[in-house]
Nanobody, 134 residues
Framework: EVTLVESGGGSVQAGGSLTLSCVAS????????MAWFRQVAGKEREGVAY????????YADSVKGQGRFTVSRDVANTLYLQMNSLKPEDSATYYC???????????????????????????WGQGTQVTVSS
């Protein structure tokens, strides 16, 4: 069983920064996808960023190109989401998610870890609240 535990949320003023962490435990195999999602009450959970186990990283259109969100991962399978220049509209509950993927063949490009619906990922953390005040 895979367990994901997020931390790092909090309340900041607009323009501030937060770094969220997601510690993954349990066996996901050598090929997997880890992602950050966020959800505002009453709205659908939306993807923020997706990182394949190969390191391939994709950002959702909602944050891509802004340069405010950066995802990284350490060797201990902790996924980070660094958020800078936060805006009130970034306020949400942020979730970490993971999905084991089929093993890649030699030379095969990473796949199966791209912006898409939350239903495509099997494992979820409990979420961490981010509140940005104006």
């Amino acid at each position: 069983e895979v367990t994901l535990v997020e931390s790092g949320g909090g309340s900041v003023q607009a323009g501030g920064s937060l770094t969220l962490s997601c510690v993954a435990s349990g066996y996901m195999g050598s090929t997997y996808c880890m992602a950050w999602f966020r959800q505002v009450a009453g709205k659908e959970r939306e993807g923020v960023a997706y990182m394949h186990s190969t390191g391939s990283l994709k950002y959702a259109d909602s944050v891509k190109g802004q340069g405010r969100f950066t995802v990284s991962r350490d060797v201990a399978n902790t996924l980070y989401l660094q958020m800078n220049s936060l805006k009130p509209e970034d306020s949400a509950t942020y979730y970490c998610a993971a999905e084991p993927l089929p093993e890649l063949l030699d030379g095969e490009p990473p796949s199966g870890c791209s912006p898409g619906p939350a239903s495509e990922l099997r494992y979820w953390g409990q979420g961490t609240q981010v509140t940005v005040s104006s």
